[in-house]
């Protein structure tokens, strides 16, 4: 029996690794973008290709309505939830806190702090066993930002990706008698588009170079450890942040 995840900014970078490999271990997916509709449905294709089942979601994590939208849109076409990831997440230029807009810090808070515990709170609601569901596993995308802190660049994306880490500490006790594990990795600098989103394409070179491994993660050993979190493999492990990170 093939078991059902939803990825939330699945079509691109992390989420869309995460998707593809998911797929290759028998998983059937829900992948959800945000606005690049190609993007998703390339994503699924690929999935496809390798002989599992998956539909592309449209949402904004942000928005309340759009998240259960998501899910339930994901389970009439591929059945009930037993993993979430919450990937989907958003950057900003670099700068420091001093000269940071509101309508930037919002964006980020809004994306990466509310988003992810709008999509763990509709994960529990439906897998939790007290109210019906089978358990699961939810896998929760932090940052290594949340650990040093992102000075003179992204102060508030680390901040955000610390409440994520918290989420992860809280919600794994939360949820433990609820069959529902609740872990978190912390990807380091990681070659996606998201750098040159927000206009430093060379930033994983840069940054990589100086790890003790000396290069960038790729977004498919991101993956692996997510697919690991999901799987009956770690079926142990809750609570657990993951640093994935070539050392830094
Ligand atoms: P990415 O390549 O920029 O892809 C972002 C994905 O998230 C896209 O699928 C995008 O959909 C979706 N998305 C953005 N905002 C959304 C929203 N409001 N609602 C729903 N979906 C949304 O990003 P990535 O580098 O793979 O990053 C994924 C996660 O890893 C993020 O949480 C990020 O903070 C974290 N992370 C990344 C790195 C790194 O170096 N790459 C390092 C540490 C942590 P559309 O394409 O439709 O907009």
Not at 14 to 22: E, H, K
Not at 45 to 55: C, L, N, Q, T, Y
Not at 167 to 188: D, F, H, Q, T
Not at 238 to 244: H, N, R
Request: glycine residues 12%; contains cysteine; proline residues 2%.
């Amino acid at each position: 029996m093939s078991k059902t995840i939803l990825v939330t900014g699945g079509s691109r970078g992390i989420g869309r690794a995460t998707c593809l490999l998911a797929a290759q271990r028998g998983w059937s997916v829900g992948v959800n973008y945000l606005k690049d509709k190609a993007a998703a449905q390339s994503a699924v294709a690929e999935v496809e290709r390798s002989g599992a089942k998956a539909v592309a979601v449209a949402g904004d994590v942000s928005s309340e309505s759009d998240v259960i939208a998501m899910f339930e849109a994901t389970t009439k076409a591929l059945g009930a939830l037993d993993g979430v990831v919450v990937n989907a997440g958003v950057a900003a230029t670099s700068s420091r806190l001093v000269d940071m807009s509101v309508e930037r810090m919002r964006k980020v808070f809004d994306v990466n702090v509310l988003g992810a515990y709008l999509v763990a709170r509709e994960a529990a609601r439906r897998m939790n066993k007290s109210r019906g569901g089978n358990g699961g596993s939810i896998v929760l995308i932090s940052s290594v930002a949340s650990r040093i802190g992102a000075p003179d660049t992204y102060v508030d994306y680390a901040g955000s990706k610390a409440a994520v880490d918290a989420m992860a500490l809280g919600l794994s006790k939360e949820l433990g008698r609820e069959g529902v594990r609740v872990n978190a990795i912390r990807p380091g600098v990681i070659e996606t588009e998201i750098h040159a989103t927000y206009g430093e394409p060379e930033r994983p070179y840069k940054i990589g170079a100086s790890t003790p491994l000396g290069r960038p993660g790729t977004a498919n050993e991101i993956a692996e450890a997510i697919v690991w979190l999901l799987s009956d493999a770690s079926s142990y492990v809750t609570g657990a942040i993951i640093d994935v990170t070539g050392g830094r």
